[in-house]
């Protein structure tokens, strides 16, 4: 079973904090070992794991990403987003994390984001865990 999250973005260029909400899934899910994949289905966006207790650790990730990708460079993909498909690739869709004992594997400062690079947007987060 796949499950979707929707998440309605606010703002062009946002990190969402979805931690609370998979591991929610992974507690339903009746899990107790395995792996949970995130997702996201989209080009212009990502999933990654990072530091979710200091704020200021997001907006450096976003402020180094628009120094290495600026909006002001030119780019043959006339949609006038092509930044973000750029950070989109480097930054990846999909992240797996190991489940133990019906319950995610984070670091104590790790949380999961839904990364939006082209907002605001309506988008989906699929999430699937696997026994095993
Ligand atoms: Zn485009």
Redesign the pocket.
């Known amino acids: 079973m796949i499950h979707t999250l929707t998440i309605r973005t606010k703002s062009k260029v946002e990190f969402v904090d979805i931690t609370q909400q998979v591991r929610e899934i992974v507690r339903k899910s009746g899990v107790r070992e395995g792996v949970c994949y995130v997702y996201a289905p989209h080009?212009?966006a990502a999933v990654t794991i990072n530091e979710n207790a200091d704020p200021s650790v997001v907006r450096d990730i976003i402020d180094a990403l628009d120094r290495l990708v600026p909006q002001a460079a030119r780019y043959s993909?006339l949609?006038g987003?092509?930044p973000?498909?750029i950070k989109s690739t480097l930054v990846g869709a999909s992240e797996v994390i190991l489940v133990e004992g019906g319950d995610l594997v984070l670091g104590t400062w790790q949380g999961i984001f839904f990364c939006e690079f082209d907002g605001p947007r309506t988008r989906r987060v699929l999430v699937k865990v696997v026994e095993g």
Request: charged fraction near 10%.
């Open positions: 080009t212009t993909h949609e987003n092509a973000a498909h």
